[in-house]
């Protein structure tokens, strides 16, 4: 007889790096019966200058953007955020803009914080990756175009913005927030411990940036060493890349739902059949 669902992971230890939505994923694993380490590897915090984020805010809203690439829901958020809190009159004419300009999305969360205002994205990238965005820009003649780019925390993105700019377009980035540190020193090196010792069956991946956060905190070579130990799971394709460029493969990854349920759901197939 088959594993029930609501105990299927009893006995596997996962340990997760979430920050925003941990208590959603510790809970959706907790449900199937795992026992759920939290290691929030980095926190979302607001630009620490709202002025550019405004700025560009104010063009955006006078019309002065043809295109925007919308990377990530929380960028959208943020600025809409960081608007209503420094210059609520500016709202109106920012989302009426929003509905004005072509919209390019990464993901299925860009899309999502677009439909909550009321609109859709004209083009969606496929896959969702920068790679994909500039896959997906490559139909579209950009010559003279004013392409507004909200970045994925505060990395610049040479790939994507380097594209646009040898595409004729005039490239108008924004970064309204950025990652921090998150679980402290200590405990990174607490998990990096217990994963090499062979104390946690599965580690999962939410962000590019938890990846990156594990990789600063002790030599490449010893968090590979630790990662090897375990099963990776990452939510989406940009966090298993992330992964692969310092060569960890991902085993487990939704296939083409990218949220905290279907991560679950692609665990569960993983690790629930042998547990």
């Known amino acids: 007889m088959g594993t029930h669902l609501s105990d299927a992971l009893t006995g596997r230890v996962i340990a997760i790096a979430e920050t925003r939505e941990l208590d959603l994923l510790a809970g959706l694993l907790e449900r199937r019966g795992a026992r759920v380490l939290r290691y929030p590897l980095v926190r979302i915090v607001d630009a620490s200058d709202p002025a550019p984020v405004l700025a560009w805010s104010r063009r955006v809203a006078a019309g002065g953007c043809d295109d925007l690439i919308v990377l990530t829901g929380e960028g959208l958020q943020r600025l809409l ?32 914080a677009l439909r909550a205002l009321g609109l859709r994205a004209d083009l969606a990238a496929d896959p969702p990756t920068t790679a994909g965005v500039i896959e997906t820009l490559r ?37 309204p927030y950025a990652y921090a540190e998150g679980a402290s020193e200590s405990a990174v090196h607490e998990l990096l ?48 890349a992330a992964l692969a460029a310092h060569g960890i493969t991902a085993r487990t990854m939704p296939a083409d739902a990218w949220f905290m349920k279907p991560l679950t759901a692609a665990l569960l197939e993983a690790l629930g059949a042998s547990a």
């Open 81 to 112: 955020a960081c608007i209503e809190r420094h210059e609520p009159a500016l709202t109106g004419a920012f989302v009426a803009a929003l509905g004005r300009v072509r919209t390019i999305t990464r993901g299925p969360k860009p899309g999502r």
């Open 193 to 240: 411990s217990r994963l090499a010792a062979g104390e946690i069956d599965a580690l999962a991946f939410t962000s590019k940036a938890q990846v990156e956060r594990l990789f600063r905190a002790a030599e490449p070579a010893a968090v590979r060493a630790a990662l090897a130990a375990t099963h990776i799971a990452a939510i989406g394709p940009v966090v298993a």
């Open 139 to 175: 139909r579209i003649d950009l010559a003279g175009r004013r392409v507004g780019v909200q970045l994925y925390g505060d990395d610049p993105n040479p790939p994507l913005i380097e594209f646009l700019q040898a595409a004729g377009a005039t490239v108008l980035p924004v970064a």
